[in-house]
C-alpha cells in the first residue's frame, strides 16, 4: 500500500460542488465522483489506512453515512475492524448518543456500548471536515466508550470552517484541504 503521488490534486479534479443542497447557502461537497473513480478511489482508501496505521488505531471508527464507506475499505485494507457511529435509531441494543450543531442544523450519533472497549485506540474517519461539529460528537462518544480517539482522518477539510481549531488536540489528516 503506497499513496498516489499526488491524491490531493485526484480527489480535486472529481470533487464536485452541489449549491444549495441540503439548505439554501449550503455548498455540499459531493465524493461521489471520487468514489466512482477506480484509482482515485484507492488512492484515498490507501491514504487513510497509512493515517491508520501512522496512529497506532486497533480499530476505525466511521461516521455516518460516507464516513461508513472510507472507514471500511481502510479497515480492510489494514486488516483492523469497523465500528459504525450512527444517526439516531439505527442501531439496535443500547446505545450512547452525542449530540451537535452542524451548519445547518442539530444532529446526534450513537454508538452501541459495547462496540468498543476500554483502551482502545480508534481513528475516526469521515468524508469532510467543515465546522468540527460531528468530529467532536464523534470523539466525545469514542470517549464515553473507555476508548482512546487516536485521531481523525477525513478525505477533505474546509479550512475556512474552522473545524481543526473546534477538535481540540486531536490529531487530524485531511487527503485535501480548501
Do not use: C, N, W
Not at 439496535?92 to 452542524?102: A, F, W
Amino acid at each position: 500500500m503506497t499513496l498516489a503521488p499526488d491524491v490531493a490534486t485526484m480527489v480535486r479534479a472529481r470533487l464536485r460542488d452541489i449549491p444549495d443542497f441540503p439548505r439554501p447557502g449550503i455548498v455540499f461537497k459531493d465524493i461521489s465522483p471520487v468514489l466512482a473513480d477506480p484509482a482515485s478511489f484507492r488512492a484515498v482508501v490507501d491514504g487513510l489506512a497509512l493515517q491508520a496505521l501512522a496512529s497506532g488505531a486497533d480499530i476505525l471508527a466511521g461516521i455516518e453515512a460516507r464516513g461508513f464507506l472510507l472507514a471500511a475499505a481502510a479497515a480492510y485494507a489494514t486488516g483492523r475492524g469497523v465500528v459504525p457511529l450512527r444517526k439516531p435509531g439505527k442501531l439496535p441494543g443500547e446505545t450512547l448518543d452525542q449530540s451537535y450543531s452542524l451548519e445547518y442544523g442539530q444532529s446526534s450519533l450513537h454508538v452501541q456500548v459495547d462496540a468498543l472497549q476500554a483502551g482502545t485506540k480508534v481513528l475516526i474517519v469521515d468524508d469532510v471536515l467543515a465546522t468540527g461539529g460531528t468530529a467532536v460528537a464523534a470523539r466525545t462518544l469514542v470517549t464515553r466508550t473507555g476508548a482512546h480517539a487516536a485521531g481523525l482522518a477525513v478525505l477533505l477539510e474546509l479550512e475556512f470552517l474552522g473545524g481543526r481549531r473546534r477538535v481540540g488536540d486531536m490529531p487530524v489528516t485531511a487527503l485535501l484541504t480548501e
